[in-house]
């Protein structure tokens, strides 16, 4: 596993998608970037795997996240920077004459209630590719 910063590894139960095809979601944290290699490099050593990885990072403004099978990135969602920040403003980020509201009460919750959905918008913009795993 990636080495992570300070949350430990979670899982759901795993769910039967298909007839043969399992979704299992994991949460983790890794350093200094999205993790999109370790998952080529896992997909690619085991092609019967294929992974939906989404990411989010507070400091730098930027989630996104990427479809991955036999060691490629087949599909990828990113956030630009303006639609992050609109996205965010839209699901309830505490704003002031157009600048974050940084005094108001409620907004490390509301900033990080905005994230989260933000990671759960990327991750549904290529959920569907895992409903139809790739033909052989």
């Known amino acids: 596993?990636?080495?992570?910063?300070?949350?430990?590894?979670?899982?759901?139960?795993?769910?039967?998608?298909?007839?043969?095809?399992?979704?299992?979601?994991?949460?983790?944290?890794?350093?200094?970037d999205e993790g999109f290699s370790?998952?080529?490099m896992i997909s690619k050593k085991y092609p019967n795997l294929f992974f939906l990885v989404t990411y989010g990072d507070p400091n730098s403004g930027d989630a996104g996240s990427a479809y991955i099978?036999?060691?490629?990135?087949?599909?990828?969602?990113?956030?630009?920077?303006?639609?992050f920040e609109d996205f965010l403003i839209k699901n309830g980020l505490p704003m002031k004459k157009g600048r974050p509201d940084f005094d108001h009460p409620n907004y490390?919750?509301?900033?990080?209630?905005?994230?989260?959905?933000?990671?759960?918008?990327?991750?549904s913009e290529l959920l569907p590719l895992i409903a139809k795993p790739p033909s052989k």
């Open 38 to 40: 370790h998952f080529r």
């Open 69 to 83: 099978h036999c060691g490629h990135i087949k599909k990828k969602f990113i956030f630009s920077g303006d639609e």
């Open 108 to 123: 490390e919750e509301n900033y990080w209630e905005a994230f989260w959905a933000a990671e759960k918008c990327a991750e």
């Open 1 to 32: 596993m990636l080495y992570g910063e300070t949350v430990k590894l979670n899982s759901q139960r795993m769910v039967r998608v298909l007839n043969r095809w399992f979704h299992k979601r994991y949460y983790f944290q890794v350093c200094a």
